[in-house]
């Protein structure tokens, strides 16, 4: 630094301004600053720079797995919003979902120096009922019921499913079927509950439930045993991968989509569009859920205060070809 201050005639103090993108150095002597940096090779040292400010401009993430199109797409919107104010992420995977584990996965993020925390929680943990997280770690929580202790950023579950009943019985449908995801998902239990709340609300009788892992697999699996349900003329899948695997199934079985059978999934994943039929479904907004978490990270970091309390963001509902009038008789 003081070569760059010599070389450019100014005091270490500008140089250091000029580094940190301070303002307060008028234009030419910055040119003449970042120009001797250039000449002299000079780059600022990171790290050495985080440890003295303890501003590590990191934000690191927690998640259970990376096999789920919900959890991949808020990690990459997480990723895009926390580059775009400067910030990088560090990745964490826990291969268990216990309470241990997520400690563990907090500790060794405090080794790694990050200045707040993203928990993608999406299941229930295996040995405890409650999240519990370490005592004054700047935190927001993606997918969970612990609103009442840290910042949770959610899609709207209950809404998103709401309006995709209503759909269908608006169609003339007597009841809805549906397709749920895994028992240990927080926003598989949200879609059923809401499934079950918006029949009851309408008067309707909820039949029975049946349960896939959220795979096109056991879409399909599944999809032959609804195939067999003569009085099943309308199916809310609580993903897009099972409803995928429900649609074929329904082609095997002669059950014609929407003629027979409507169909409508959820997530509104890239390819929904190109099922066939075209997939009515409920479209998450996956890059604000990411930016949300982000911000509310940031502000914990810039105001150093803690924050509680759960965001919604809001769904909608996209109408493709894959639903229709109830059949007659």
């Avoid at 200045?115 to 997280?133: P, Q, T």
């Avoid at 209503?166 to 079927?177: A, E, M, N, Q, S």
């Amino acid at each position: 630094m003081a070569d760059v201050a010599r070389v450019a005639g100014v005091s270490s103090q500008t140089v250091s301004r000029v580094a940190n993108g301070f303002p307060g150095v008028n234009e030419e002597t910055r040119e003449r600053v970042l120009a001797a940096m250039k000449e002299l090779g000079y780059r600022p040292n990171s790290a050495a720079r985080a440890l003295k400010r303890g501003d590590f401009r990191t934000i690191g993430v927690i998640t259970f797995t990376l096999a789920t199109t919900g959890n991949v797409r808020t990690l990459e919107a997480i990723a895009t919003s926390a580059a775009q104010e400067g910030y990088a992420v560090t990745l964490l995977p826990v291969a268990v979902p216990t309470q241990d584990e997520v400690r563990g996965a907090f500790s060794r993020l405090g080794e790694l120096a990050v200045d707040a925390v993203i928990v993608i929680m999406e299941v229930h943990l295996l040995d405890s009922a409650r999240l519990s997280l370490p005592p004054h770690v700047k935190v927001v929580v993606a997918d969970s019921d612990a609103g009442d202790r840290y910042a949770v950023v959610d899609t709207d579950q209950a809404g998103g499913t709401r309006d995709a009943v209503r759909h269908l019985l608006d169609l003339g449908h007597d009841t809805v079927w549906h397709l749920a995801g895994p028992s240990e998902s927080f926003a598989a239990q949200r879609r059923t509950d809401a499934w079950r709340t918006a029949l009851e609300e309408a008067g309707r009788t909820a039949p029975p439930l049946v349960r896939g892992d959220w795979s096109a697999e056991s879409g399909y699996r599944a999809g032959l045993e609804l195939a067999e349900q003569a009085e099943c003329s309308a199916v809310f899948a609580a993903n897009d991968q099972m409803a995928l695997g429900l649609l074929r199934a329904l082609n095997e079985r002669g059950r014609r989509v929407p003629d027979d059978v409507s169909v409508i999934g959820f997530d509104d994943i890239p390819e929904s569009g190109s099922f066939l039929p075209p997939l009515t479904t409920v479209h998450q907004d996956f890059a604000e859920v990411g930016r949300r978490c982000v911000q509310s990270a940031l502000r914990q970091v810039r105001e150093s205060e803690e924050e509680r309390g759960t965001t919604l963001v809001p769904t909608r509902l996209i109408l493709r070809a894959s639903t229709g009038p109830a059949p007659r008789g």
